[in-house]
């Protein structure tokens, strides 16, 4: 696949992640996984990256997530209601599973089953805004409308409920409204990338290097929280 040459007009991806489970590692290792309560970078990389096609550890793949990196990212968190005065409470499940063919600190196959936990978000909404070059969130856009692989929030037993795709925007404020109407972003819970220590004092191992199975390498990202907040 050869990537587009990018403009350096920059437009506004917007995506509705929503499903009856989600979950979204950054610190998860060995038989804890854990959920973050908000979308990963890394784990929406892996959304384009499965609507576009693109194998692990690919040539492809290095070059989109080169890319994409350059991207900045907004997650909100959105509350979700059915038809209640009372929004619905996002909360954490711990399942657990059992595994075989595991490795131990020395290296050798471990045959026996081991137990795993691993968390997932129950009743979550978010919304994401991806800010990034026109032609770069062109060919994502027209992946996921048509993805060629499956895709799921986080993990492959998260399914979203809604189409993924939201809409592409030429304005931070027409791509923000797709997602929470005419409400202002201040009410929200949100999450945003930002450039130094004195913006944001969260850092997160989340945005993708490589995904290659034997090989999945992280960079570090700044980010500023936000906490949702009542206008009269």
């Not at 290095?62 to 990212?73: A, D, P």
């Not at 499940?93 to 089953?113: E, F, K, M, S, W």
């Not at 450039?195 to 945005?207: A, I, K, Q, T, V």
Request: glycine share 8%; aromatic share 8%; with cysteine.
């Amino acid at each position: 696949m050869g990537w587009c040459n990018m403009s350096s007009e920059n437009h506004f991806l917007a995506l509705r992640l929503e499903g009856p489970l989600q979950s979204w590692g950054f610190d998860s290792q060995y038989n804890r996984r854990n959920t973050g309560l908000m979308p990963t970078k890394s784990g929406v990389a892996g959304i384009c990256c499965a609507a576009l096609g693109l194998p692990r550890g690919s040539h492809d793949e290095h070059e989109f997530l080169s890319m994409f990196c350059s991207t900045k990212m907004t997650a909100i968190a959105i509350p979700k209601n059915r038809g209640e005065k009372k929004d619905l409470s996002v909360r954490r499940l711990q399942d657990y599973h059992t595994v075989q063919n595991t490795r131990r600190a020395g290296g050798a196959i471990n045959n026996d089953c081991v137990l795993t936990y691993r968390q997932y978000l129950t009743d979550a909404v978010f919304g994401v805004v991806i800010e990034g070059e026109q032609a770069l969130l062109n060919q994502i856009s027209t992946a996921l409308i048509d993805p060629k692989w499956g895709v799921w929030l986080g993990r492959k037993s998260c399914i979203p409920s809604a189409p993924v795709f939201a809409g592409l925007k030429n304005k931070l404020n027409d791509a923000l409204e797709l997602l929470i109407g005419e409400k202002h972003l201040e009410e929200f819970t949100w999450q945003g990338e930002v450039e130094n220590f004195s913006e944001g004092r969260d850092s997160l191992p989340d945005s993708p290097v490589s995904f290659a199975t034997e090989k999945r390498t992280f960079a570090p990202r700044r980010v500023h929280i936000h906490h949702a907040t009542n206008i009269g």
